[in-house]
């Protein structure tokens, strides 16, 4: 087979791996808690067959490879596993590469037009006793949970209109449905949404189809307990360039963001759009709630341009790490107003991988957690995922104004994105559980599962799951908990 190209999409962390396996009896150091039974699902892009074209986004486009960290009253495992989408399938069939570049299918070999594409790289969600992988160019792969065996395409029992559905849904901890979401939800660089609603059974209930100002990429959107919130940034997309075998986004620095604000349960003509800063761009939203005077709040890591380097690039931006004044933002507006413009107030560090425990989704939140940048660590961080360089502090943020807490493992240490494990026990944080990665030459890495406990994490892990294989940047998890895991349909 011919080998991968030897620049840094597939070197260093991002080597791609291929690998299928279990491993039982992991070795554990410190006590891990009661209450940490279930199983850490993470979504890690993993290309199977090297490009056959050069592809700048190179980084997103991997096969989605399912991994599981199982604890099992104490004992911990570990499988990873191909999410055998169409596309993997066709691939493996013909032992080589038969699509192009990331999110252009003008580019894909004649045998593949037309085929499903996604590679259901970036989520896995567990919603209604199922599990699917999510990538927001397509509908989601249902995977067994146990198995990890590849069930299908999942299109709600065939009552999805949308063609895509974002890899960041929102579950209500109260109501228990799922709010969804697609964008070029009937095409490419169409700016076509689809905003759906599922129950606690997992049926669809309701889907509203309506326009954005512009075809967006929009990674992520919020609930709050009365409203449904997307945001509209300026990477948007052109079907021209696509089809001169172009890249699928381009980021318009002069052109305006947007809020849109929709009642929960609202239609099409209920969308009210607060207009936002010029060329700003996030990926991933805190989350939204409503004050006591029904003002709403928007919390998201935001930059002033696309926080993707290949992005920028292909856009002919030229922005430094320091430029793009990364920060957690708060967008405040009136939903009882006819629109007007956000009021922005920044109420955190540059960084990303915003975590809340599940039962404050669309709630007013007391703390939350997320990645950061130790400004003090000596010598350069570990390279790697699609920004270049991963994220070497864990934050504990007070929301009510109290002062952070952070913890950074040392220079060569990195993490990925945390999940929050809650606690019944009154009072008590609940944990966090995060893939660490270790840099300890130029080519070796030593990966563990750390759990800290959520309240105290300047305290350090208070276990260390080894885990013995190489393993790929990973891009989101869920956790599933013993008692979620019976309840599989
Ligand atoms: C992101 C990740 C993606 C993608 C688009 O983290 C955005 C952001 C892993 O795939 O396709
Ligand atoms: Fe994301």
């Known amino acids: 087979m011919a080998a991968f190209p030897q620049i840094p999409d597939y070197m260093g962390l991002n080597t791609p791996q291929g690998q299928e396996y279990r491993i039982d009896n992991l070795d554990v150091t410190g006590r891990i808690p009661a209450e940490v039974n279930g199983t850490f699902f993470r979504a890690v892009p993993d290309p199977a067959f090297p490009p056959f074209m050069e592809d700048s986004a190179a980084s997103l486009a991997g096969d989605g490879m399912l991994s599981a960290i199982r604890f099992e009253n104490g004992a911990v495992s570990i499988q990873n596993r191909y999410v055998d989408t169409a596309r993997h399938r066709a691939e493996v069939k013909a032992g080589e590469a038969l699509f192009g570049k990331y999110r252009?299918?003008?580019?894909?070999?004649?045998?593949?037009?037309g085929m499903d594409r996604t590679v259901a790289n970036t989520t896995p969600v567990w919603h209604a006793g199922r599990l699917l992988m999510c990538k927001e160019d397509g509908r989601p792969y249902r995977v067994d949970p146990v198995t990890l065996e590849t069930l299908g395409s999942h299109d709600f029992g065939g009552k999805l209109q949308s063609e895509t559905m974002t890899a960041h849904v929102r579950v209500d901890p109260e109501t228990g449905e799922m709010f969804a979401y697609g964008y070029e939800a009937d095409g490419l660089a169409s700016k076509k949404l689809s905003y759906f609603i599922t129950g606690p059974d997992g049926a669809l209930k309701k889907e509203v189809l309506f326009d954005?100002?512009?075809?967006?990429?929009m990674h992520d959107f919020a609930i709050s307990e009365n409203y449904a919130l997307f945001p509209i940034y300026p990477t948007t997309s052109y079907v021209e360039r696509m089809k001169e075998g172009g890249d699928h986004w381009y980021h318009e620095q002069d052109w305006d963001s947007w809020l849109g604000v929709m009642p929960r349960?609202?239609?099409a003509s209920d969308v009210k759009w607060f207009k936002g800063p010029k060329g700003v761009h996030c990926f991933h939203m805190m989350n939204a709630w409503e004050d006591a005077n029904g003002m709403l709040h928007f919390d998201q890591c935001l930059s002033d341009s696309n926080a993707f380097p290949f992005i920028r690039a292909a856009s002919g931006i030229e922005m430094s790490m320091q430029e793009l004044n990364g920060r957690l933002a708060r967008w405040t507006v009136d939903p009882r107003a006819d629109g007007g413009e956000v009021v922005e107030t920044v109420i955190g560090p540059p960084g990303d991988f915003p975590v809340i425990p599940a039962a404050k989704q669309g709630r007013p939140y007391d703390h939350a957690w997320m990645l950061t940048m130790d400004p003090q660590m000596q010598g350069p961080p570990?390279?790697?995922?699609?920004?270049g360089v991963m994220f070497n502090l864990l934050m504990r943020l007070d929301?009510?104004?109290?002062?952070?807490?952070a913890y950074a493992p040392g220079p060569g240490y990195c993490f990925n994105e945390p999940v929050h494990v809650p606690s019944n026990e009154e009072g008590h944080e609940g944990y966090l559980l995060t893939v660490v990665d270790h840099q300890t030459g130029p080519d070796d890495y030593e990966h563990g599962c750390w759990i800290f406990n959520a309240g105290d994490i300047a305290a350090g892990p208070i276990a260390k799951v080894a885990i013995p294989r190489r393993q790929r940047v990973q891009i989101h998890g869920w956790w599933v908990s013993r008692e979620k895991l019976d309840s599989a349909v």
């Not at 954005?212 to 990429?217: D, I, Q, T």
């Not at 570990?382 to 920004?387: F, I, L, Q, T």
């Open 212 to 217: 954005a100002p512009y075809c967006s990429m």
């Open 104 to 113: 252009n299918p003008f580019t894909d070999k004649p045998e593949v037009q």
């Open 265 to 267: 349960y609202g239609d």
């Open 399 to 405: 929301m009510r104004g109290g002062p952070p807490q």
């Open 382 to 387: 570990v390279m790697g995922g699609p920004v």
